[in-house]
């Protein structure tokens, strides 16, 4: 059972019972440098986002573009063929190729998307563990400095 303490007038004595608690001291300068170190990366993690966002939009654009170009080519082609069965054939042929075409541009456009998400889950990752590392240091530093 604890045991309470008491002054000589027989009341609860603070003094005595805190006066060998301390209050870990803060180092400011400390706390001010993890909070740049996580500022930084953010700001790092947002610009690769954006770069990120950017080089998809803009091969989004090429692709439309080069899509447009060759719709109108294949339009132009299926006109100055002859016979019906001849422009089956072709249509047949084209429709296959923009559909294999249709699908490497997914499949290069999600690897920009994944690529750029990996990169910006790398810079946060990295923070939160360089994070750990700060703290477990400041806590090696508290401990020696009692």
Do not use: C, H, W
Not at 39 to 56: C, D, I, K
């Amino acid at each position: 059972m604890a045991k309470t303490v008491t002054a000589g007038n027989g009341f609860f004595d603070a003094a005595k019972a805190f006066g060998d608690f301390r209050i870990p001291e803060f180092d400011v300068q400390a706390i001010v440098d993890v909070q740049r170190k996580n500022f930084e990366a953010l700001t790092r993690a947002n610009q690769l986002a954006l770069e990120g966002m950017r080089s998809v939009a803009q091969r989004q654009a090429e692709i439309v573009q080069q899509a447009f170009e060759e719709a109108s080519g294949l339009l132009r082609d299926l006109t100055r063929l002859g016979a019906p069965e001849e422009r089956l054939i072709k249509g047949t042929e084209m429709a296959k190729q923009a559909f294999e075409k249709g699908l490497a541009n997914a499949r290069e456009l999600n690897e920009l998307g994944t690529k750029a998400s990996v990169d910006v889950f790398g810079v946060i990752a990295r923070r939160v563990s360089e994070s750990f590392d700060d703290m477990r240091l400041y806590a090696k530093k508290q401990a020696a400095a009692e």
